[in-house]
C-alpha cells in the first residue's frame, strides 16, 4: 500500500466536497446558539432540505426552485422549533429531538406516498456548473468555483462571520445570548433576534441538505446519516465562532475523506473500524474541548420576559 495511493488530489478533493454540508449545519448552529437558543435539530432540518430539494426538483424540473423549496422547508421547520422553544419556553433539547424524529418519519412517509419508494426517490438534475476563466479544470480548485453550492458554502463562511461580530444585526444577536436582560433594557427585541438566529439556522442547514440531495441525485431515507450532530461538535470545538467552526468542520470532512480513501486502497483493517474514524474522532474531540469552550451565557435558557 503506497501513501500516495491515500494522500492526494483526489482526497482534498474529496474532502471539499464532503464538508460542504458539515460546514453550512456547523455556521446554522453556531448562529442560532450566538443568539441564545440551542439546536438539536439540525438533523431533522438537512432531512427537510434534502427532501424538499427533491420535491421542488422533481416537479418543476428546476434544481434552483429545489433550492428554494429547501429553504422553505428549513423555515418551516425552524418556524416549530422557535415558537416552541421562545414562545412557549419548552426545553430546548428535547424541542430539537423531537423535530429529528419529526422530520425522519414524515420524509419516509412522504417520500412512501410521492415517490412510491420507502427508500429513494427518483434521480433529480443537479445544479449546473459554473465556468470561470478555466479555472473550473484546475484540479480541486475547479471543484469549489464551478458547484454553485460548494461556492455559496465557503462565502457564506465568511458571510456569517461578518454578520455575527462586524453587524448591528450580530451585536444585537450576541447580545441576546450573552445577557438578555441588559438587550432588552437596550431597546432590542429579545424575541425577534432569538427567532430570527433560528431562522437562519434553519436556511443553512437546509442548504446542507439540499446539497446532499443533489449531490446524490436523488432522496434516500436518512440519508443526514449523523451529520447534523457532527455540525454541533464542529460548533463546540470552533468555539461558537463560524471561522473555526467551519475549520473545525472541514477536519471532520478529512477525516471521512480519509476512511473512504483507506478502502478504497484496500487496507488490511476490517472495515467496520475504518468506517469509525469520524465518529471516533468527534468524540475524542468533544472529550478534549468539553470543558474548555464557554458557551453564549444565556445559551439554552429561556428568557422570562419573552410574551
Not at 421542488?56 to 429545489?66: D, L, T
Not at 433529480?124 to 480548485?141: E, K, N
Not at 455540525?231 to 473545525?248: D, R, S
Amino acid at each position: 500500500m503506497s501513501l500516495d495511493g491515500i494522500f492526494s488530489l483526489a482526497l482534498l478533493s474529496q474532502t471539499v466536497r464532503i464538508s460542504v454540508p458539515y460546514v453550512l449545519a456547523a455556521l446554522g448552529a453556531t448562529i442560532s446558539e450566538t443568539g441564545g437558543v440551542v439546536n438539536i435539530a439540525l438533523e431533522g432540518l438537512i432531512l427537510t432540505g434534502a427532501f424538499c430539494a427533491v420535491l421542488g426538483s422533481h416537479y418543476s424540473g428546476n434544481p434552483w426552485v429545489g433550492v428554494m423549496a429547501a429553504m422553505t422547508g428549513g423555515i418551516f421547520v425552524s418556524l416549530i422549533h422557535a415558537v416552541v422553544c421562545i414562545r412557549f419556553r419548552a426545553n430546548q433539547i428535547i424541542s430539537g429531538l423531537a423535530i429529528n424524529i419529526l422530520a425522519a418519519g414524515a420524509t419516509k412517509f412522504f417520500l412512501k406516498l410521492i415517490f412510491h419508494s420507502s427508500s429513494n426517490s427518483s434521480r433529480v438534475a443537479g445544479l449546473p456548473h459554473w465556468s470561470f476563466f478555466g479555472l473550473d479544470r484546475a484540479p480541486v480548485i475547479g471543484a469549489i468555483v464551478s458547484d454553485s453550492l460548494i461556492l455559496a458554502a465557503a462565502l457564506l463562511v465568511f458571510a456569517s462571520y461578518c454578520l455575527i461580530y462586524k453587524t448591528p444585526f450580530g451585536l444585537r444577536l450576541r447580545a441576546v445570548g450573552e445577557h438578555p436582560e441588559c438587550a432588552e433594557t437596550l431597546g432590542v427585541s429579545v424575541y425577534f433576534m432569538r427567532c430570527a438566529g433560528v431562522m437562519l439556522c434553519g436556511v443553512l442547514a437546509a442548504l446542507a441538505g439540499a446539497w446532499l440531495a443533489f449531490d446524490q441525485h436523488q432522496f434516500s431515507a436518512d440519508m443526514s446519516g449523523g451529520r447534523g450532530y457532527i455540525a454541533l461538535t464542529a460548533m463546540i470545538f470552533g468555539k461558537w465562532n463560524p471561522l473555526w467552526a467551519a475549520l473545525a468542520a472541514a477536519l471532520f470532512g478529512l477525516a471521512e475523506a480519509f476512511q473512504i480513501q483507506l478502502q478504497t486502497v484496500g487496507v488490511s483493517v476490517p472495515t467496520q473500524f475504518i468506517q469509525m474514524i469520524p465518529y471516533v474522532l468527534t468524540v475524542v474531540l468533544l472529550a478534549g474541548v468539553i470543558g474548555k469552550s464557554r458557551a453564549p451565557a444565556a445559551d439554552g435558557k429561556p428568557y422570562p420576559g419573552e410574551e
